[in-house]
């Protein structure tokens, strides 16, 4: 997350996206981490933290949801660096008055669970009972939502070339652009 991206850390290019199109920006960070130094545009970002370390993405999620004050969330992880706001934006535009689903992007991998639109209260009380049973995947959290899904002739007007799917999960991959 900290790891330098195009001179920055890495999650300093989700969370430009996050605060470019969003009103609250709430970043989860583990129960025992001291929080990111922030650049002074992101002021507005505010920390939540996993109660428990490495119970995986679900905890995390379930963390932030219970600090959103809204309606909907938008989702992200801090590892994915070609996440831009006009794509948020239009998820966020797919998703408003949509009743308890979510809003995904698809692809020719299918439903993806990241980056999500999310109806708060629905996400966060399906989240508590996947946590309670033992499930740890963000995928069963989303998909329980009975998710839209944007196709690529629609997320493709704002990001042609699928940078969001540019996902930073090992060293190599901030050179390679592994998708």
Sequence with gaps: MVEPFDGVPLFHRPLRALIDSCDDVIMVIAPDAAPPALPEWAARVSFARDPVAYEG?????????????????????????????ELLAL??????????????????????????ALPVAPALALARRLLESGERRLRALVEGLDPEGLPEGVWARVDPQGEWRRDVDLPEDLSTGRR
């Design 57 to 85: 993405p679900l905890a995390g999620t379930r963390a932030g949801l219970e600090r959103v004050h809204g309606e909907r969330a938008m989702l992200v992880a801090a590892d994915m660096p070609g996440v831009r706001a």
């Design 91 to 116: 998820m966020a535009g797919h998703a408003s008055g949509r009743g308890p689903n979510a809003v995904v992007l698809l692809d020719e991998g299918g439903r993806r669970p990241l980056p999500a």
